[in-house]
C-alpha cells in the first residue's frame, strides 16, 4: 500500500532515537485543505487507533487511518535533501496535480477543498 524508501527509514530512526521515541511509528495522513484541495501530515504516534493500517518496513511502523488511505494507495515516503534544507516527502501515484510547495495534492476529484496557497508559489 505504502511503502518508504532506505534513506526515509534511516532518517527517521534517527529521528525517534534523537527525541527518545525509539518504539514510536510514524503517522501519515491526509487531510481537506491547501491550495490543491488536499494537504498531506505527519507525526509521532505511540499508540495506533483502532481503525489504523499498520504497515512494518525495515524496523519502521507508519499508520495510515481508513480516509488517508484512499488517497495513498501506491505512494511512497521518501528523505529528500536540497539547497534550501531537507524533509519527508511524498511521492503519490494518485496525485494529478501538487502545490509548488509539495504539501498540497489534487487527485481530480476534491475541487470543493482547495484553499489559496500558502507556500508562496
Known amino acids: 500500500m505504502i511503502t518508504i524508501t532506505p534513506e526515509a527509514v534511516e532518517r527517521l530512526k534517527e529521528y525517534l532515537v534523537d527525541e527518545g521515541f525509539e518504539d514510536a511509528m510514524l ?6 485543505g491547501g491550495c490543491s484541495g488536499l494537504q498531506y501530515g505527519m507525526s509521532v ?6 481503525d489504523d493500517q499498520i504497515i ?5 511502523k507508519l499508520l ?4 488517508s488511505a484512499m488517497y495513498l494507495e ?6 529528500v535533501n536540497s ?6 516527502t511524498v511521492r503519490n501515484p494518485n496525485a494529478v496535480a501538487t502545490c509548488a510547495c509539495g504539501h498540497s495534492f489534487d487527485t481530480g ?10 507556500c508562496g508559489a
Open 83 to 88: 539547497l534550501m534544507g531537507g524533509g519527508f
Open 45 to 50: 504516534e505511540e499508540v495506533a487507533e483502532e
Open 27 to 32: 503517522r501519515v495522513f491526509v487531510a481537506p
Open 74 to 79: 501506491g505512494a511512497e515516503i521518501d528523505y
Open 64 to 67: 495510515v487511518d481508513q480516509f
Open 56 to 60: 512494518e518496513q525495515d524496523g519502521i
Open 109 to 118: 476529484d476534491n475541487a470543493g477543498t482547495v484553499q489559496g496557497c500558502g
